[in-house]
């Protein structure tokens, strides 16, 4: 199968001389269309650094990434995020707080160029059904009057209504209740299924990997330690890593 | 909203500041209404003692002093407000993009606002004068704003760096916005309080530059300014004369609008800014 | 068991602008001797004030409304007693904050912090017999003695929330309130602080824990037993174990079944998370408060409060076990 995006050697150092910090050392790894893989990793291991390279909000130090077989490099970044989407982890500093639903959704379609208002209208509408919500009682709100929930799905529908090939899910439930985490892992889960999209879901818990993807890349100061298909990662690791990082998981059951 | 201004309104620093700020304006403004003379027309002789005829005495050269400081205190306020916008808006435009950009850009333009700091206004006053025919109000008060801007600027880059990283800011670039227009949309509105604050400051700093440059000669020509009746008691010996109507009001005025402006300042922080919020 | 500590109906509210939203309501809960007992729920359900109510910090906006507060032999009126004494607070209940880095004065040391805490309840204190203490303490828990010349933001977070605890714990309090002491911290680090709470109790340097946490997994490996909150309510308690595989209450089922840990029944099936959000508590809905969102409700639940059906060691509040006896 054709790769959607191959992520070759990537690095990044922050400062330079004695106080470099690598953040990301030699990342490499390979993602299908349709594929979701997450990237486990505890705070300081490089995994959200990993994200932004790979959003382009961040320039590598070294490495390159190929987007449909195409450099990144020369893909115009208005033109490579229509192609590759984010959702972050705090459903509540994502929002500017000084504007509603509507227009939040109405900036990220100008990435389309002008639109006609109907065709805006229509793809709003049906990005937040998609979601579960209610257009009409949604488009006017600001963030303050949105629960925690309501404000992740939000940010969920701006990204697949711009129906990217790839979406970058930063910690996207960590800010939120243990009760409202299945809800939108489930929504991604279906954002796959009926879209096609890949995911690259980035979290420190690997129970939520565990559930919601297909293969787990396991990071390690900016190292990428072991990679494989979930299963194979989490019942038969191999790296002494993802091992303490398995058995400090509290069990639940037994 | 409405809650913010009930709550400056329940503190008793922000309601004396408006009040006298609102007194002050109002004074500058209705006052030339209601009194038609020319201020610079002399009434009677020298430092004639307040009477009926001029409530607050004639200064050196036999003007009104009380006419002389509702026209002056119009002129003070003027320079205060264009020297204060001025010095605001520059500050603005070089400490976002000094603090968006960052990297080369922001070191270089903190390394010129460093150098601004380091020149003195009346360096710049003086080499004016010498090359300027005259010296308008409209003159000085953008000179004393294009040397004033850079402790806004550093506060306003501090401040933008710190809301650069916040998560909307990504999400308005991955929606293809601009940097003017992510300056403009998703940084600008969280430091509006702020930039008012900077701007209140600003405008108590020039009004007192205004009068700190009249007393050394440098004023605004044929007009009358708070500082410039100061500098006409000193120069007419006011003091030694015992002439206390000369120099006391204007003194007076200065105080109490820098005064409230900074009162006014302490409780705008104390309301927009929740770690200085008292439980 | 003996008991160490119960609150017997306890009642708080926030008051602003003559409103009044009560978070706490009607709580009463039993901690015992050398026992960790877990509180849990979803944001806003009450465990924080509550948390605020036992440490006994609560200052307006909340009020404490009722509530009988017995601790080792006395019984201390919340309602009444604004000002608990300082012997009391600090000394017998102390508290374990949620963000570490907060709490801890940035420009001082870890053995000034220490004697801070000390003299603040042992004025007459030397510096020397503070740090002595300090060191003797970090040394029984086997932590490094090295993190008292250190500032706040050397230490990592894990180690920087230990010692927090080792802080808090220095004056010997009786019963020490967490209040999501690990939700900052990975996995690895979170491990690290329950086990230096456990190692805190076995040594009797404290009595008795109450320990808060939105999550499941942690509080069924820490706790002895977890009392689940909803909208300001007890709804179900009783023995970890049992809280997990045989929960009684629809929502403690729910928030159980929401849990995602790497055990291999998680990707068998499909996880569902609890639909709907908690009641406004400006405006509570009558009957059970978690009937909106339940998909077992009848009118019954939605029309009348349910009693807790059980006993005071294992009960639920849910008419659905009407008629059971525990």
Not at chain 1, 208 to 236: F, T
Not at chain 2, 11 to 22: D, I, P, Q, T, Y
Not at chain 2, 123 to 143: D, G, Q
């Amino acid at each position: 199968m054709k790769s959607l995006l191959q992520v070759r050697a990537l690095s990044r150092t922050f400062g330079s001389g004695k106080r470099a910090l690598q953040a990301v050392k030699g990342v490499s790894f390979d993602l299908a269309p349709g594929e979701i893989v997450a990237v486990v990793g505890e705070s300081g291991s490089g995994k959200s650094t990993l994200a932004r390279l790979i959003l382009r909000l961040l320039s590598p130090t070294e490495g390159q990434m190929l987007l449909e077989g195409q450099d990144v490099q020369r893909i115009p970044l208005r033109t490579y995020w229509r192609s590759v989407q984010a959702v972050f982890q705090d459903p509540y500093a994502a929002f500017n707080q000084f504007y509603s639903v509507q227009r939040l959704l109405q900036k990220a379609l100008t990435l389309f160029g002008p639109l006609p208002t109907q065709e805006r209208k229509a793809r709003m509408h049906l990005a937040l059904q998609s979601v579960g919500l209610e257009p009409e009682r949604i488009l006017g709100k600001y963030p303050h009057q949105l629960s925690g929930g309501q404000r992740q799905r939000v940010m969920v529908a701006r990204a697949i209504m711009l129906r990217p090939r790839l979406l970058v899910a930063d910690e996207p439930t960590s800010a939120l209740d243990a009760s409202l985490r299945a809800t939108v892992l489930n929504l991604l889960k279906d954002v796959r299924q009926k879209h096609g999209m890949s995911i690259i879901f980035i979290t420190h818990d690997i129970g939520q990997a565990y559930y919601l993807s297909d293969r787990i890349l396991v990071m390690y100061r900016g190292e990428v330690v072991e990679e494989g298909p979930v299963e194979q990662v989490v019942e038969q690791s191999q790296h002494p890593y993802t091992k303490r990082l398995l058995s400090d998981v509290p069990r639940f059951h037994g | 909203m409405n809650s913010l201004l009930a709550q400056l309104l329940s503190k008793g620093r922000f309601r004396v500041s408006v009040a006298v700020l609102l007194l002050v304006v109002a004074f500058a403004v209705l006052g030339p209404m209601l009194d038609t003379r020319n201020p610079l027309f002399a009434v009677g002789g020298r430092y004639d003692p307040p009477s009926a005829n001029a409530i607050l005495g004639t200064d050196v050269i036999g003007n009104d002093v009380f006419l002389q400081l509702m026209h002056g205190l119009g002129t003070s306020l003027k320079i205060g407000l264009i020297a204060g916008l001025v010095a605001t808006a520059i500050g603005v435009f070089i400490g976002t993009l000094a603090g968006f950009l960052g990297g080369v850009v922001d070191e270089l333009l903190m390394g010129f606002t460093n150098v601004v700091i380091t020149i003195p206004t009346i360096v710049i006053l003086i080499l004016l004068s010498v090359a300027l025919e005259s010296r308008t109000l409209v003159s000085l008060a953008l000179i004393i704003g294009v040397t004033s801007w850079p402790w806004t600027a550093r506060a306003v880059r501090a401040q933008t760096a710190s809301l650069r990283v916040r998560e909307h800011v990504d999400i308005a670039r991955l929606s293809g916005a601009s940097v003017f227009s992510i300056i403009l949309w998703e940084i600008l509105p969280y430091m509006f309080s702020y930039i008012f604050m900077a701007f209140v400051l600003q405008l108590a700093s020039a009004i007192l530059s205004e009068a700190a440059l009249s007393l050394l000669g440098l004023g605004p020509d044929n007009t009358i300014s708070l500082g410039k009746m100061l500098q006409l008691a000193i120069q007419g010996e006011a003091i030694r004369t015992g002439a206390y109507w000369a120099f006391l009001p204007p003194t007076l005025l200065l105080t109490a609008i820098s005064f409230s402006l900074l009162l006014l300042q302490s409780s705008l922080d104390e309301v927009f800014n929740p770690r200085l919020r008292r439980a | 068991m003996e008991t160490l500590l119960s609150v017997k109906n306890l009642c708080a509210a926030y008051v602003q602008g003559g409103q009044r939203v009560r978070v706490v309501d009607g709580v009463s809960l039993e901690l015992r001797r050398g026992e960790v007992l877990g509180i849990a729920g979803e944001s806003g359900c009450g465990k924080s004030t509550l948390a605020q109510v036992l440490a006994l910090l609560a200052r307006p906006p909340l009020w404490v409304e009722q509530g009988e507060f017995w601790l080792d032999g006395t019984i201390y009126h919340l309602a009444q007693e604004h000002r608990l004494s300082r012997e009391l607070r600090g000394c017998k209940v102390a508290m374990l904050p949620q963000g570490a880095l907060n709490a801890l004065n940035p420009t001082a040391r870890i053995r000034e912090i220490a004697l801070e805490v000390i003299r603040a309840h042992q004025p007459k204190t030397t510096p020397q017999e503070a740090y002595a203490r300090t060191q003797e303490r970090l040394e029984r828990l086997g932590l490094p003695v090295r993190v008292l010349e250190a500032y706040p933001h050397q230490l990592s977070g894990g180690m920087r929330q230990r010692v927090v605890t080792v802080i808090s714990t220095l004056l010997n309090p009786k019963v020490l309130i967490a209040d999501e002491p690990t939700s900052a911290l990975d996995v690895s680090s979170q491990k690290a602080v329950v086990k230096l709470l456990r190692e805190l109790l076995e040594q009797r340097v404290i009595e008795g824990v109450i320990f808060i946490a939105h999550d499941l997994p942690l509080l069924r490996n820490v706790a002895d037993r977890i009392a689940i909150m909803y909208a300001g309510k007890v709804v179900e308690l009783g023995p970890s174990r049992e809280m997990v595989e045989a929960s009684r209450h629809p929502y403690t089922k729910a928030l159980v079944e929401a849990v995602l840990v790497p055990e291999p029944y998680i990707r068998q099936r499909r996880v569902e998370g609890i639909e709907g959000t908690p009641p406004d508590l400006r405006a509570p809905p009558p009957g059970c408060r978690f009937a909106p969102r339940c998909r077992y409700a009848w009118a019954r639940c939605r029309e009348l409060e349910p009693p807790p059906f059980g006993d005071k060691e294992r009960f639920a509040a849910c008419w659905l076990l009407e008629g059971m006896s525990a």
